[in-house]
């Protein structure tokens, strides 16, 4: 669920974003010459164009009510925006404006993804560039995010997730055991290497499996 505060600034970031748009020009320029008279049927015309909605405006508020449910990469705001029919042309024009107030942010997304996803899921790296590749984050962007990964501390992450699924395992066969742990790995994206040396060690030291 949203917490309040993050809702809060996605309503705060609404709204600079509209004046953002008004003083960038984001919003179709009206004609601010001197009118001609026109006939009352060109004026009814004219009332009914000028209350079709504008699409910029319309495309800040369907990106700004993403935002507030969850951060989002600029790929993931395109492709919603693309389902909802919005102009190509008007969604560039709308992220790019988006990215420059610092709205949409792909690198400040991947540092976040990783820190999430190391910490709630217990991923290793392989299995979160993964993820960001197929949210649509840039390579370069997912190798920065994920340089500051401490090769140990990713084998400490293994070793909990380790420790806490042999719980659940007392009793079986080794082998059983190791198999299960092994596939437990390398769905949450560790290498054959690590997953090795960790499960070997934890499974070895069970009570049941020492040698007398």
Known sequence: MVGTDRLSAAREALAAAEAAADASGLRPEGDHGQSAPVSTGAREGRSAASAEPDPHSVA?????RQLAMGPRSRRQLEDKLRD??????????VLDRMAE????????YAEMFVRSRQETKGLAAQAIRHELRAKGVADDVIDAALEDIDPEHEKDQARALVGRRLRTMRGLDAQVQTRR????????????GVANQVIREAVEKLPEHSRD
């Open 84 to 93: 909802r029919g919005t102009d190509p042309h008007v969604s560039a024009r």
């Open 181 to 192: 742990l092994a596939a437990h790995l390398a769905r949450k994206g560790y290498s054959f």
């Open 101 to 108: 107030v610092g709205l949409v942010d792909d690198e400040a």
């Open 60 to 64: 800040r508020k369907i990106v700004l």
